[in-house]
C-alpha cells in the first residue's frame, strides 16, 4: 500500500489542479473573453445570445471549483473530465488549429487521474455523490494506472504547446516580442522543438529530476499570455497539477519497488542464511 502521506499529496495535487480549472475557465465567462462566441457558434449560438450564457456557465463553473475545494464529490471531476474535453474540442472544431485541444490535455487530464487514484470511474447514483476521500488506501496496481494516465496527460500537454510553437501561433509570437525577444519566429522553432524533446521523454521514461524542470518552465511560460495573464495562468492548473503528481507518483512507485526489494531479500536471506568460513 502507498504511504498515506504520499497519497495524500497526490491527492491534494490533483484535487487543488481540478478546481484551478474550473475557476481559471470560469473567470473567462464572466468577463465574456470575446472569443468565446465562436464556440458558441459550433452550436448555431448567436453572439448575443453567447454573450448572455458566458456568465451564466463561468459562475457554474466558479461554483464547481470552489465545492472541489471544500467537499469534492465524484461527479464534479468527472464532470470536467466531460466538459473539459468538449470545451478543448470547440476550439478545433471552431476552426483553430487540433492542437488547441491536445494542449488542454491538463484540463481533462487532471481530473481523469484523481478519479483514477480514488478508486476509478464509478457511474452509480451513491458514488457519483460521494466525496472523495484522500486516505482512501492505494494499492501498486491503481498507482501504476494513474503514472501511465498522468504520462500520457502531460506528453499531450508539452507536445501540443511545443506543435502550437512550431506553427507559429500569433499569440505566443506576440509574447516572443512582449518579451523582448529580437528574432520570435526562431524563438518560437526553438522552443517548440525542446517542448517536443520533453514531451517524448516524459511518455518513454520520465525521469524526475527532469519533471521539476518542465514544471518550473510551465509554471512561468504561462504568466506571459499578453491578456488575461492571471485567469490564463490559473485555468492551466491541471498542466501544473498532472506534472507534480507525475513527479510525486514516481517517487511512490520507487519507494514501493525498493520495499518489495528488501522484502525479497529478506526472504531469500532467510531461506538461504549466508555461511560463514
Given at each position: 500500500m502507498?504511504?498515506?502521506?504520499?497519497?495524500?499529496?497526490?491527492?491534494?495535487?490533483?484535487?487543488f489542479?481540478?478546481?484551478?480549472?474550473?475557476?481559471?475557465?470560469g473567470?473567462?465567462?464572466?468577463i465574456t473573453?470575446?472569443?468565446?462566441v465562436?464556440?458558441?457558434?459550433?452550436?448555431?449560438i448567436?453572439?448575443?445570445?453567447?454573450?448572455?450564457l458566458?456568465?451564466?456557465?463561468?459562475?457554474c463553473?466558479?461554483?464547481?471549483?470552489?465545492?472541489?475545494?471544500?467537499?469534492?464529490?465524484?461527479?464534479?471531476?468527472l464532470?470536467?473530465?466531460?466538459?473539459?474535453?468538449?470545451?478543448?474540442?470547440?476550439?478545433?472544431?471552431?476552426g483553430?488549429?487540433?492542437?488547441e485541444?491536445i494542449?488542454?490535455?491538463?484540463?481533462?487530464?487532471?481530473?481523469?487521474?484523481?478519479?483514477?487514484?480514488s478508486?476509478?470511474i464509478?457511474?452509480?447514483f451513491?458514488?457519483?455523490?460521494?466525496?472523495?476521500?484522500?486516505d482512501t488506501q492505494?494499492?501498486?496496481?491503481?498507482?501504476?494506472?494513474?503514472?501511465?494516465?498522468?504520462?500520457?496527460?502531460?506528453f499531450?500537454?508539452l507536445?501540443?504547446?511545443?506543435?502550437?510553437?512550431?506553427f507559429?501561433?500569433?499569440?505566443?509570437?506576440?509574447?516572443?516580442?512582449?518579451?523582448?525577444f529580437?528574432?520570435?519566429?526562431?524563438?518560437?522553432?526553438?522552443?517548440?522543438?525542446?517542448?517536443?524533446?520533453?514531451?517524448?521523454?516524459v511518455?518513454?521514461?520520465?525521469?524526475?529530476?527532469?519533471?521539476?524542470?518542465?514544471?518550473?518552465?510551465?509554471?512561468?511560460?504561462?504568466?506571459?499570455?499578453?491578456?488575461?495573464?492571471?485567469?490564463?495562468?490559473?485555468?492551466?492548473?491541471?498542466?501544473?497539477?498532472?506534472?507534480?503528481?507525475l513527479?510525486?507518483?514516481l517517487?511512490?512507485?520507487?519507494?514501493?519497488?525498493q520495499?518489495?526489494?528488501?522484502?525479497?531479500?529478506?526472504l531469500?536471506d532467510?531461506?538461504?542464511?549466508?555461511?560463514?568460513?
Amino acid at each position: 500500500m502507498l504511504n498515506l502521506k504520499l497519497q495524500q499529496k497526490i491527492h491534494y495535487t490533483l484535487r487543488f489542479a481540478t478546481a484551478m480549472c474550473f475557476i481559471g475557465h470560469g473567470s473567462f465567462g464572466i468577463i465574456t473573453k470575446p472569443i468565446w462566441v465562436n464556440y458558441f457558434a459550433v452550436f448555431g449560438i448567436g453572439k448575443v445570445m453567447a454573450y448572455h450564457l458566458m456568465p451564466v456557465l463561468g459562475f457554474c463553473d466558479i461554483i464547481l471549483g470552489i465545492v472541489m475545494l471544500i467537499y469534492p464529490l465524484r461527479i464534479i471531476p468527472l464532470w470536467l473530465v466531460i466538459w473539459g474535453i468538449v470545451t478543448a474540442l470547440l476550439r478545433p472544431l471552431s476552426g483553430e488549429s487540433f492542437a488547441e485541444f491536445i494542449e488542454r490535455a491538463g484540463n481533462f487530464g487532471a481530473p481523469l487521474a484523481l478519479l483514477l487514484f480514488s478508486g476509478g470511474i464509478q457511474f452509480n447514483f451513491k458514488s457519483l455523490f460521494t466525496p472523495i476521500s484522500p486516505d482512501t488506501q492505494v494499492d501498486e496496481k491503481t498507482l501504476k494506472r494513474v503514472i501511465t494516465c498522468l504520462k500520457i496527460i502531460v506528453f499531450l500537454l508539452l507536445a501540443g504547446h511545443g506543435w502550437l510553437n512550431l506553427f507559429e501561433k500569433k499569440g505566443l509570437i506576440g509574447q516572443y516580442i512582449m518579451l523582448g525577444f529580437t528574432n520570435p519566429q526562431g524563438t518560437a522553432q526553438l522552443i517548440g522543438a525542446l517542448e517536443i524533446a520533453a514531451a517524448i521523454i516524459v511518455l518513454i521514461k520520465p525521469a524526475r529530476p527532469i519533471l521539476i524542470i518542465f514544471l518550473i518552465w510551465k509554471i512561468s511560460s504561462e504568466l506571459f499570455y499578453p491578456h488575461y495573464e492571471i485567469f490564463e495562468w490559473v485555468e492551466r492548473g491541471g498542466s501544473y497539477g498532472a506534472i507534480l503528481a507525475l513527479w510525486l507518483a514516481l517517487g511512490a512507485d520507487k519507494k514501493q519497488s525498493q520495499s518489495v526489494k528488501n522484502i525479497a531479500d529478506y526472504l531469500a536471506d532467510k531461506k538461504y542464511p549466508a555461511t560463514g568460513n
